[in-house]
């Protein structure tokens, strides 16, 4: 059975580090390209970023709001999703989700997400 | 790259059939077969109900369908349920290697 249980959320202050990991199992991860989604309370869902499987070639895509801030980095040794989120901002607050990615924009299995408040 | 449009809300009885729209722009939606829609109810993450604009995942019922024209993608859920209501979201690939969601459409069972 897929699992993806994400981990490392919690308060953190305007402009500080956090980062995040998701750990999977049951299927092959390394072969899986990967996303973060978040969503901000009782708000939609937000695409965040992706990254390619290693034998794709690894690339890393992000959106907008964060692309500069965040990146998105992968442990295939230890079946791991990581995010390292930086200058964090208070409309950072969410709940983020990892998913696998099936051709560039299918997201098939998610994690039950960890929650990320950003706040002074 | 700007969200997706959803109607914000749309109801139906049970037994009934509802249709939600997602517009967005030849960059997106248009442009490529790479449409998904995903159910989510309160406090759960979501789930894939539909992807490349008219496809099923196992184990999701045929009840559910989806369809595109132009710009437009639009999900379609016949004899509705009450474990039917949730909100729901579309998602396309865009020309710029990125991912793009909808706003979310709230589905009432009455």
């Not at chain 2, 997602?22 to 995903?38: A, F, H, L």
């Not at chain 2, 020309?95 to 009455?110: A, I, N, Q």
């Amino acid at each position: 059975e897929v699992q993806l249980v994400e981990s490392g959320g919690g308060l953190v202050k305007p402009g500080g580090p956090l980062r995040l990991s998701c750990a999977a199992s049951g299927f092959t991860f390394s072969n899986a390209w990967m996303n973060w989604v978040r969503q901000a309370p009782g708000k939609g869902l937000e695409w965040v970023g992706r990254i390619k499987s290693k034998t794709d070639g690894g690339a890393t895509d992000y959106a907008a709001p964060v692309k500069g801030r965040f990146t998105i980095s992968r442990d295939d040794s230890k079946n791991t999703l990581y995010l390292q989120m930086n200058s964090l901002k208070t409309e950072d607050t969410a709940v983020y989700f990892c998913t696998t990615v099936l051709r560039w924009a299918t997201l098939p299995r998610w994690g039950q997400g960890t929650l990320v408040t950003v706040s002074s | 790259q700007s969200a997706l449009t959803q109607t914000a809300s749309v109801s139906g009885s049970p037994g009934q059939s509802i249709t939600i729209s997602c517009t967005g722009t030849s960059s997106d939606v248009g442009g490529y077969n790479y449409v998904s829609w995903y159910q989510q109810h309160p406090g759960k993450a979501p789930k894939l109900m539909i992807y490349d604009v008219t496809k099923r995942p196992s184990g999701v019922s045929n009840r559910f369908s989806g369809s595109k024209s132009g710009n437009t993608a639009s999900l379609t859920i016949s004899g509705l349920q009450a474990e039917d209501e949730a909100d729901y979201y579309c998602s396309s690939y865009t020309s710029s290697s990125t991912l793009v969601f909808g706003g979310g459409t709230k589905l009432t069972v009455l």
